[in-house]
């Protein structure tokens, strides 16, 4: 098993930036791509970014393609989003995801197989 804890999350104005973190312990070893979702409230939970085992490849949802920054240290089992520009529409609970199987950065849901407890990030207008 695999453990996602992130953290990071808050309220910011628009315009603002924040940084998420998400630490992974347990069968790391385990760990190939990694991704963050998020979901707002009355909404399915979408894809944001994506993170490939090395981290040399990565892939945006158009929506934050250009604002958001995914990156990750594999000595540290780290994965981070780095968010700049932000909108009130970026409103939502992030989560972060690991996959068990998947080596490539890819933007569905059924592809993780760990998951975190989600970090509260809100923008205000």
């Known amino acids: 098993q695999v453990q996602l804890v992130e953290s990071g999350g808050g309220l910011v104005q628009a315009g603002g930036s924040l940084r998420l973190s998400c630490a992974a312990s347990?069968?790391?070893?385990?760990?190939?791509?990694m991704g963050w979702f998020r979901q707002a409230p009355g909404t399915e939970r979408e894809f944001v970014a994506a993170?490939?085992?090395?981290?040399?490849?990565?892939y945006y949802a158009d929506s934050v393609k250009g604002r958001f920054t995914i990156s990750r240290d594999n000595a540290k089992n780290m994965v981070y989003l780095q968010m700049n520009s932000l909108k009130p529409e970026d409103t939502a609970v992030y989560y972060c995801?690991?996959?068990?199987?998947?080596?490539?950065?890819?933007?569905?849901?059924?592809?993780?197989?760990?998951w975190g407890q989600g970090t509260q990030v809100t923008v205000s207008s």
């Open positions: 347990g069968r790391t070893f385990s760990m190939n791509a």
């Open positions: 993170i490939s085992r090395s981290g040399g490849s990565t």
């Open positions: 995801a690991a996959s068990g199987a998947v080596i490539a950065p890819v933007p569905y849901l059924r592809q993780y197989d760990y």
